[in-house]
């Protein structure tokens, strides 16, 4: 178990801490020892909430007053259920009987709940069977995380959505859902939205095969406070974006795109220009942040107009062609990520980027290739403003100007600080 | 006037050299050490036949280690000499020996991992109650190792950039001493028995049970002569090239080359010192006596860095309870295990690398990355310890903190990495090998296929796989994973993980999307880590991570104090003390902050305790005035005593 969550309890900390402290030394026997029962439950509840959740059962059993303080409401509202089977993780489960005694001591103060779970099926089950437990609870955040294979995909769709949906009926106020890699359906989302549209604020739901754009839409009509959206590209529509820009929802701040093929040859559609115009005339300041795991042929519908995309990472090859589209079409563009491209150095590419994209601050280039003399033009060119540089060391091809000892000064001169290229071990 | 042998108390020492890595003659100080005015000397390797069938290195390791053995053992007796390979566990067998060849001194080649120090402490310990005086000499690294983590105020480094700077503000490492010959040898002699060859003779395959039918003849023959005349070969190769870069990759790097040197590094066949001093050499000839660049010694210095973290980390090999390790919640699956493997994925251009490793022992460092990255991080999501155990039993030059370190490294689990990065089964062999001749080498069952499909065949249309008479499902394996779709996931996942240890120590809220922040080692690198507020001085942002050592080093009335500080870039960071230090001796202070790479380690020393409450406001500003174009070297600040100090 992790730390409790302290956010938002600081402010009812309160004045008295201090004054606590003095009535307890003032109470000090005369021989100067503390006597620990006079420890005022608040103070107590501090140094709980420090604890981890072995220490504060532990601390528990010393006294009945400290077992008071442990089932206090305020040290179970964030809790992380890890869902471990031995066969498939190396790291340990939370114990059953704890999982017990929350469904039947805490499940009404539970607020901020995630639930981490391996690889394997019986995990998800089993996430699934305590999801379906909490009826009399209200939660603020949901979180279900495969931290391995996505293994609540192997659940039949059904018993999925109704654990669900037991969650989505009985929290009225739910404002984060993290649901990435689920069966989660329209049908669903329409309980969602039924019963949470006034409150939530972020939703993830990356690769949820079972969503249609129609249920993704139906969210974005209905919850206005919606700030927070990932998803995947097949959900992404004009509809989508303008209900998103529509004037009774709030601003959005954050907008991540997973574009994915699943098969060679798949074909993309495309967003219209006016679309991410409405977006960004209702929302200037959002990131939109888009993951493209594509092959290089694929990228057609792409960077063909301009895209208001503030954070680019290229998980594949991508082609010169399209980075030289990204230099033209991104004017927002302020991390770039590219993870590998092919052979010809992307010289040309890189000082457009620097030229067209003024707000860049953060390129990390993989198994890539650029001119030293070109690397140097593009720092020269961003200057400061650059504050995160990764290129892997393969990246830089010395010229007749610059060397792999020199390279390192230059940019440093240009960058206002010490820099190196990344380096990887040689075995 | 003559004495008798044994009797004198001016008796010349009878000694053993106790060889385990190191399998060399040349640069060999403990060798050097047993001869010097010596009776006798008898030169042992342990070799446990039990211990051989059932231990986990592979046949290819064991032919190699033989070869080095029977190599020692051919040019001893040029010196007269012999190997004596004893069969057995030294702890057992040393007592019994060092009673029959009435032995006094014991010397052997200094071993830095944990393993090896707790062994070699319980031989020290024998020998010292049978009355034998012990050397050991330092000669399988560059540098004391120990010497370096003291320069780094007591913990190994753990970044390569702060491992070079530590480096370069040492001595240069000693000059190899001169090759065992009759010379020095001397009047010291070797006692051989007629029945040495039965006794001590260096065992074949057969005898340690391995199946030698039909196993190809070696790819790396083993052995200090082979080590000797490659380091000429890479030598003259690097002359006639006279280009001192790292070769840039293409399809021939990744076959086996006649100058490669690894495994011959890692079995002690080759001093490291000698390359390095060859190396500097040849440098300083080519380029006209030129102070040579530390990147030219980039072989030696990873392994040397690897070296160093592991010496004081017994669980260097693990994740768990490793405390620079970061855990990751890998998945369980040995199926998916075995088809790495065994060759099997499905992906040509990993089960080629896998072949090579698999037939001669070696591939090449990218090639390593490649499959190490698709094991873990990149696709299967399979713990690295899996791969290193597999690396372990087929490469020849692993060696337990190299290979160890690299996994960690190459699966996001310990050092510095700003991105997350994946490298692609498919693009990153066609950028290397366009043609795909390294696949049809290792998987002929490919051969048929052209160029533009022989990385990803299963997308090659029908025609041409029934052509190239492979049909895939069929003849090779089907991919095992989408790797799009796997590296998303497992990209999001490693993010998640690191964002969780950030947001724990306090560096929260303000990320950049695909970059990791400054700091992300494990708490454990830090005691007494307690995350600072927000100073508001760092533009907002908050990038900088000080935690202080409360429980560092005292020594009597000499108090040291380590701040770490980790900082991206150039930031106002205030370092709050309150601390019982009078007199502040910033080592390694200002200057070095403000030229910060990743890592910062300010040691704060004290020489005498005064109860005092200090604050230290340290402010690292910039850049373009003060730079001037050069690092500098690290100076003392003295500053004076008193409280409530701004400095």
């Not at chain 1, 017990?100 to 394997?120: A, G, P």
């Amino acid at each position: 178990m992790k730390r409790g969550q302290k956010g938002g309890d600081d402010a009812e900390e309160g004045p008295g801490a201090p004054e606590l402290c003095k009535r307890l030394r003032q109470d000090d026997s005369e021989d100067g020892a503390v006597d620990w029962r006079l420890l005022p439950e608040e103070i107590l509840l501090q140094i709980f909430q420090y604890l981890p959740l072995l220490d504060r059962a532990f601390a528990s059993q010393v006294c009945r007053g400290w077992n008071q303080t442990f089932h206090t409401p305020e040290l179970w509202r964030c809790f992380e259920f890890e869902l471990n089977q031995p066969a498939s993780s190396y790291l340990k489960a939370t114990h059953p009987d704890l999982i017990k005694q929350i469904i039947k001591r805490h499940s009404n103060h539970l607020q901020y709940v995630s639930f981490k779970v391996d690889s394997s099926t019986e995990s998800a089950e089993a996430a699934c069977d305590i999801l379906s437990q909490l009826v009399n609870c209200s939660l603020k955040t949901l979180g279900l995380i495969s931290t391995a294979r996505p293994s609540f995909m192997e659940l039949p769709k059904s018993h999925f959505i109704s654990a669900l949906t037991v969650v989505f009926v009985n929290s009225k106020s739910l404002s984060s859902l993290k649901i990435d890699d689920t069966p989660v359906d329209d049908p669903s989302l329409k309980v969602l939205v039924a019963n949470n549209s006034d409150t939530l604020k972020l939703l993830k739901m990356s690769s949820c095969p079972h969503v249609s754009p129609a249920g993704i839409l139906c969210v974005a009509d209905q919850c206005h406070g919606l700030r927070e959206l990932a998803l995947n590209y097949h959900l992404l529509s004009d509809e989508l974006l303008l209900a998103l820009s529509s004037e009774r929802h709030v601003h959005l701040e954050h907008l991540r795109i997973d574009v994915v093929s699943e098969n060679p040859g798949q074909q993309f559609h495309s967003i219209k220009k006016s679309s991410w115009d409405a977006m960004v005339r209702h929302s200037p300041k959002f990131n939109l942040v888009m993951y493209f795991f594509l092959y290089e042929n694929e990228f057609g519908p792409f960077f063909g107009d301009e895209v208001p995309v503030t954070h680019l990472y290229f998980g594949r090859s991508v082609s010169k062609e399209v980075l030289g589209r990204v230099g033209l079409t991104c004017p927002r563009l302020v991390e770039l990520v590219v993870c590998a491209n092919g052979l010809r150095p992307l010289d040309e590419e890189l000082i457009r980027i620097a030229e067209r994209c003024r707000q860049l601050s953060a390129i990390g280039l993989g198994e890539c290739e650029v001119s030293c003399s070109a690397f140097v033009e593009f720092v020269k060119m961003c200057g400061g403003r650059l504050t995160q540089l990764s290129i892997m060391e393969e990246v830089l091809v010395p010229d007749s100007k610059y060397g792999p000892d020199d390279i390192h000064w230059e940019v440093s001169k240009h960058l206002g600080r010490v820099w190196f290229p990344d380096m990887m071990p040689t075995w | 006037m003559f004495f008798l042998k044994g009797d004198s108390v001016n008796m010349a020492p009878n000694s053993i050299h106790w060889f385990r890595k190191g399998l060399r003659l040349h640069d060999n100080p403990a060798l050097q050490e047993a001869v010097r005015g010596a009776d006798t000397v008898r030169c042992v390797y342990f070799l446990d036949p039990w211990f051989a069938g059932s231990s986990n290195l592979g046949v290819h390791r064991w032919r190699f280690l033989l070869q080095c053995l029977d190599d020692l053992d051919s040019n001893l007796r040029k010196l007269n000499s012999r190997l004596f390979v004893i069969r057995g566990q030294p702890a057992n067998v040393f007592p019994r020996l060092f009673k029959e060849w009435k032995i006094s001194r014991l010397t052997f080649e200094y071993d830095s991992e944990p393993f090896g120090k707790e062994r070699d402490a319980a031989i020290k310990k024998l020998a010292m109650e049978a009355g034998v005086e012990v050397i050991v000499k330092i000669s399988h690294t560059l540098y004391n190792l120990d010497k370096i983590t003291e320069l780094n105020g007591g913990q190994p480094p753990l970044t390569y950039k702060r491992f070079q700077t530590l480096i370069s503000r040492m001595d240069p490492p000693e000059m190899p001493v001169e090759t065992l010959s009759n010379t020095i040898m001397g009047c010291c002699v070797t006692p051989v028995s007629e029945d040495h060859g039965d006794k001590y003779g260096v065992p074949s395959l057969e005898e340690l049970g391995f199946d030698i039918e039909g196993l190809p003849s070696a790819v790396w023959p083993g052995g200090e002569t082979e080590a000797l005349t490659r380091i000429e070969r890479h030598l003259e190769r690097k002359a006639w090239v006279a280009n001192f870069e790292r070769p840039r990759m293409n399809a021939n790097s990744l076959l086996a080359s006649p100058t490669g040197l690894s495994p011959y590094l890692r079995f002690g066949c080759l001093s490291c010192r000698l390359f390095y001093f060859k190396l500097t050499d040849l440098y300083r000839k080519v380029k006209k006596n030129n102070t040579p660049p530390l990147s030219l010694y980039g072989q030696l210095l990873w392994r040397e860095f690897f070296y160093t973290a592991a010496t004081t980390n017994p669980r260097f090999d693990k994740m768990e309870g490793n405390p620079i390790c970061v855990r990751i919640p890998w998945d369980k699956n040995p199926e998916a295990l075995a088809k790495w493997a065994e060759a099997k994925t499905g992906f040509p251009w990993i089960d080629a690398i896998m072949t090579q490793l698999r037939q001669e022992g070696w591939i090449h460092h990218l090639a390593r990355h490649a499959v190490a990255c698709f094991l873990t991080r990149g696709d299967l999501w399979i713990s690295w310890e899996e791969g290193m155990k597999v690396f372990e039993e087929l490469l020849l030059d692993a060696d337990w903190s190299v290979n160890a370190g690299s996994w960690m490294w190459l699966s996001c689990s310990s050092f510095f990495q700003q991105f997350f990065h994946c490298y692609c089964p498919v693009g990153f062999g066609r950028r290397t090998d366009p043609n795909g001749d390294f696949i049809r080498r290792y998987l002929p069952i490919l051969r048929g296929f052209p160029a533009k499909y022989i990385y990803d065949p299963w997308n090659a249309p029908d025609s041409v796989q029934a052509a190239a008479k492979c049909i895939i499902g069929v003849h090779y394996p089907k991919p095992m994973v989408n790797h799009a779709e796997a590296s998303r996931l497992n990209i999001e996942r490693m993010k998640q993980i690191y964002q969780q240890l950030s947001r724990y120590r306090g560096l929260g809220k303000n990320f950049t999307i695909f970059f990791c922040h400054a700091v992300f080692f494990p708490l454990a690198c830090f005691p007494g880590y307690h995350h600072m507020p927000d100073t508001g001085h760092s533009s907002g942002l908050y990038r900088c991570n000080v935690s202080h050592d409360m429980a560092g080093p005292q020594h009597s009335g000499n108090r040291h104090r380590n701040v770490y500080c980790m900082l991206h870039e150039y930031h106002t960071v205030n370092i709050t003390y309150s601390l019982y230090i009078p007199i502040y001796n910033i080592l390694c202070g200002v200057q070095q902050a403000t030229c910060c790479t990743q890592e910062e380690v300010l040691q704060v020393r004290g020489s005498e305790s005064r109860n005092e409450i200090l604050t230290v406001k340290m402010t690292l500003s910039p850049p373009l005035t003060s730079y001037n174009g050069k690092l500098q070297r690290s100076r003392r600040f003295m500053l004076p005593v008193g409280t409530s100090r701004v400095w």
